[in-house]
């Protein structure tokens, strides 16, 4: 089970600090209805010093470390990461990192990730340092940012 559950009539969004002290997370498998990531909502936290490796499978969202919001710090994943959901829609996302971020710093993505809207690192208002070097596929998305 993620942390920051999504309770299907409202969510319980992680709101903290995660320091992963430079650890790697090997071999994480995740496949779920709904969103799928290390933290399935992130509020207003801060995911820092991590590394992932592994699977994560989700219908709607998925990515290494959550959906919506937060700041990344010093993180990375070689991880697969992909949605079932093929209907084609912006509200199906598969982001490397993460689906969508307030900001990402010094990360990077060396991983595969498919899915309707794809991209290596995620849909980020603002990106510092980072780079994808991973395999991105999908119908639309953003492989760079």
Same mark, same amino acid.
Do not use: W
């Given at each position: 089970?993620?942390?920051?559950?999504?309770?299907?009539?409202?969510?319980?969004?992680?709101?903290?600090?995660?320091?992963?002290?430079?650890?790697?997370?090997?071999?994480?498998?995740?496949?779920?209805?709904?969103?799928?990531?290390?933290?399935?909502?992130?509020?207003?936290?801060?995911?820092?010093?991590?590394?992932?490796?592994?699977?994560?499978?989700?219908?709607?969202?998925?990515?290494?470390?959550?959906?919506?919001?937060?700041?990344?710090?010093?993180?990375?994943?070689?991880?697969?990461?992909?949605?079932?959901?093929?209907?084609?829609?912006?509200?199906?996302?598969?982001?490397?990192? *993460?689906?969508?971020?307030?900001?990402? %710093? &010094? !990360? #990077?993505?060396? $991983?595969? /990730? @498919? =899915?309707?809207?794809?991209?290596? *690192?995620?849909?980020?208002?603002?990106? %510092? &340092? !980072? #780079?994808?070097? $991973?395999? /991105? @596929? =999908?119908?639309?998305?953003?492989?760079?940012?």
């Amino acid at each position: 089970m993620p942390i920051g559950i999504n309770t299907g009539d409202g969510s319980i969004m992680f709101s903290g600090i995660l320091d992963g002290k430079c650890h790697e997370i090997q071999n994480i498998y995740e496949n779920r209805t709904g969103i799928a990531g290390l933290v399935c909502r992130i509020g207003f936290a801060t995911i820092k010093n991590l590394g992932l490796t592994g699977e994560l499978i989700g219908t709607t969202h998925a990515s290494s470390f959550g959906h919506q919001g937060g700041t990344l710090y010093n993180c990375y994943s070689t991880a697969k990461i992909s949605i079932t959901n093929t209907a084609l829609s912006t509200n199906y996302a598969a982001g490397g990192l *993460l689906t969508e971020g307030r900001k990402i %710093i &010094n !990360c #990077y993505f060396n $991983g595969q /990730v @498919s =899915g309707t809207e794809a991209s290596g *690192l995620g849909i980020n208002k603002n990106a %510092i &340092n !980072c #780079y994808n070097s $991973g395999v /991105v @596929s =999908g119908s639309g998305g953003h492989p760079y940012s």
